[in-house]
């Protein structure tokens, strides 16, 4: 009997040291490989690291990696984790048009919180599940979100109006991040938790703020990047807390739904579903709905892919309009042309050009996700060099948005690059704010809606000003952010 479990456990132990060995033959074949792409030169330990610097520089020395190699680099994170960086059309179509699936450290964070959703999730799991959420974006159904939007962008208007009267600063992201939270609140469960007013005390938006916190934080801690030393420490521990109480509230307000769906409460033929009403009515090709576990993931997907990303996009519009007033007036032009009422259509919304072309060079000069990241399921040429099976990509966004030889002046404000007779010969490469390919972002029209949305209604009802030598630094995070926030003041027209 103990010669059979030395046995065992010798197999055991023997699989393990082969799978190991494996691995690290692996890893050296990639590394030696990817020693044929250029980069800058790198430290025996610390790699890149120390030339990318903090967060608040991060982006800066990232970029001007960029500027020396144009359309591809290879970094090294530490000593044994090379990445290879594109940031020109032709670079990244090549990656995005590889078999790749979606991975990389920020998303293993946010894996114990938002689950198998569609951001997170690879394979044929994946494009099922995205076949089913996607229409919870159809034309028909985004006209009731867009009613939604109306009702807390008031609410919006009038919280600036305490600022104008108050003649006080405004932090914009988090003043809009709520209003960002509050529209998705009520797109996906019809549920007014009134958290505009409210502010951070309702403990679905407190969870949601502080696991965002925590998978930043976590993003440049090296040590807690260990799965082992996180989750013994202290912000790990309150992380695993945060998901499960995030999990409990999400899974009991889709019970609650269902209850009603199973007392026939709710109108199936209407076009005024909420995001769960058509998660928990999807069928596949097979008949068979989405499990319970499959809607909490999409549903806590959907509320942290949708506020913090939006949140960034209309927080930055508005700062480029403050320092560019021009712009704003011809935004208030074609608002009182369109429509003279408090409630815009989609139908009016499609009509903002003007408005439309600021709000798409805001996100180009300040990309709303600056770098996504993809690891390589064959081995894929790239400008003549093949990068094997394996790699880890940076789709460089930022640098994209960025490079010179694509967009000219590339650091200044000019709405009219999106003139359509400007745009006839780009490269659709060239400007993938919401990135592109079949992983691109599912809501980007929900979420530019909104976007116009609150921009036209901002700068219809206030000017929007800024300090002359105010010039916030960009904060490379899971969104783009601002160093010590993004401040400006409002004045009622």
Not at 24 to 29: D, F, M, N, P, V
Not at 422 to 439: L, V
């Amino acid at each position: 009997m103990l010669v059979g479990a030395e046995i065992v456990l010798g197999l055991f132990l023997s699989y393990i040291f082969y799978r190991s060995l494996c691995a690290i033959i692996g890893h050296y074949r990639i590394v030696n490989i990817l020693k044929k792409f250029p980069g800058p030169k790198s430290h025996w330990l610390l790699g890149n690291l120390h030339q990318l610097a903090s967060p608040k520089e991060f982006l800066k020395s990232y970029h001007s990696f960029s500027l020396k190699f144009p359309r591809k680099f290879l970094l090294w994170y530490g000593p044994l984790t090379p990445v290879l960086s594109v940031s020109h059309p032709e670079t990244i179509r090549a990656v995005i048009k590889a078999k790749t699936i979606k991975d990389g450290p920020a998303y293993q964070y946010l894996l114990p919180w938002l689950g198998r959703g569609i951001l997170l999730e690879n394979g044929t799991k994946w494009a099922r599940n995205r076949r089913l959420v996607t229409p919870a974006f159809h034309f028909e159904i985004m006209q009731s979100y867009v009613e939604v939007m109306n009702q807390c962008v008031s609410i919006f208007i009038e919280k600036l109006n305490e600022h104008a009267v108050d003649n006080t600063r405004i932090s914009v992201f988090d003043t809009v991040r709520l209003l960002s939270f509050d529209i998705l609140l009520r797109s996906a469960f019809a549920i007014n938790l009134d958290c505009q007013r409210s502010g951070r005390s309702h403990p679905f938006v407190k969870l949601t703020n502080e696991n965002t916190q925590l998978v930043e934080g976590r993003l440049y801690e090296i040590l807690k990047s260990l799965n082992l030393i996180y989750n013994l420490s202290s912000t790990g521990r309150k992380y695993a807390d945060n998901c499960r109480c995030s999990n409990q509230i999400a899974q009991q307000l889709i019970e609650d739904r269902q209850k009603q769906f199973n007392n026939n409460e709710v109108d199936l033929s209407s076009t005024k579903f909420n995001f769960i009403d058509i998660l928990l009515s999807a069928r596949d090709n097979m008949g068979k709905s989405l499990t319970k576990r499959e809607i909490c993931d999409e549903v806590e997907t959907f509320l942290f892919a949708g506020h913090d990303t939006t949140a960034s996009a209309i927080s930055w519009t508005l700062y480029c309009l403050a320092k560019h007033p021009q712009h704003q007036q011809k935004i208030y032009q074609e608002v009182y042309d369109i429509c003279k009422r408090d409630s815009l259509t989609i139908a009016d919304l499609s009509k903002l050009k003007h408005t439309t072309m600021c709000i798409k060079e805001a996100m180009r000069l300040h990309s709303t996700v600056p770098i996504v990241t993809r690891i390589l399921e064959e081995d894929t040429e790239i400008d003549g060099i093949t990068a094997p099976v394996g790699t880890m990509i940076e789709i460089a966004i930022y640098n994209l948005h960025h490079n010179p030889e694509i967009w000219p002046s590339p650091w200044e404000y000019d709405p009219d690059r999106y003139q359509a007779e400007r745009c006839q010969n780009r490269d659709p490469y060239a400007y993938i704010p919401f990135s592109i390919g079949s992983r691109n972002c599912i809501g980007q029209v929900f979420a530019l809606n909104e976007i116009k949305l609150v921009v036209a209604k901002t700068v219809y009802n206030y000017y929007l000003r800024i300090g002359e030598d105010y010039s916030p630094k960009h904060l490379q995070s899971l969104v783009l952010k601002a160093a010590n926030s993004l401040w400006i003041t409002v004045q009622k027209r």
